[in-house]
């Protein structure tokens, strides 16, 4: 089992930058998809990026040349570096960590952080 434990949002001007880190009290083998989900008030949970055991990166459209994904598997450890934020990536921000072969049995989350974009 996997445990997620997200760094704080925060508040940030838009135009800012923001990096949330997600550490995993266990190992994250190379069969663990790692990836950054957000919720917004109202809206459903949707995958911003995703990041697979080969380097492979998946982005959002909404985010594309703004964010990048990275991770440290020796430090059981996945990154969202966020530039040029905008107001519409305020939400609430889950960290996901899914296993490839049992997705639906080995799915984990972190708590959720808040990162609100304003003036």
């Known amino acids: 089992q996997v445990h997620l434990v997200e760094s704080r949002g925060g508040l940030v001007q838009p135009g800012g930058s923001l990096r949330l880190s997600c550490a995993a009290s266990?190992?994250?083998?190379?069969?663990?998809?790692m990836g950054w989900y957000r919720q917004a008030p109202g809206n459903q949970r949707e995958l911003v990026a995703d990041?697979?055991?080969?380097?492979?990166?998946h982005y959002a459209d909404s985010v594309k040349g703004r964010f990048t994904i990275s991770r440290d598997d020796a430090a059981n450890t996945v990154y969202l570096q966020m530039n040029s934020l905008e107001p519409e990536d305020t939400a609430v921000y889950y960290c996901?960590?899914?296993?490839?072969?049992?997705?639906?049995?080995?799915?984990?989350w972190g708590q959720g952080t808040q990162v609100t974009v304003s003036s």
């Open positions: 266990g190992s994250i083998f190379s069969i663990y998809i």
């Open positions: 990041i697979s055991n080969l380097g492979t990166t």
């Open positions: 996901n960590a899914r296993n490839l072969i049992t997705p639906t049995r080995d799915n984990y």
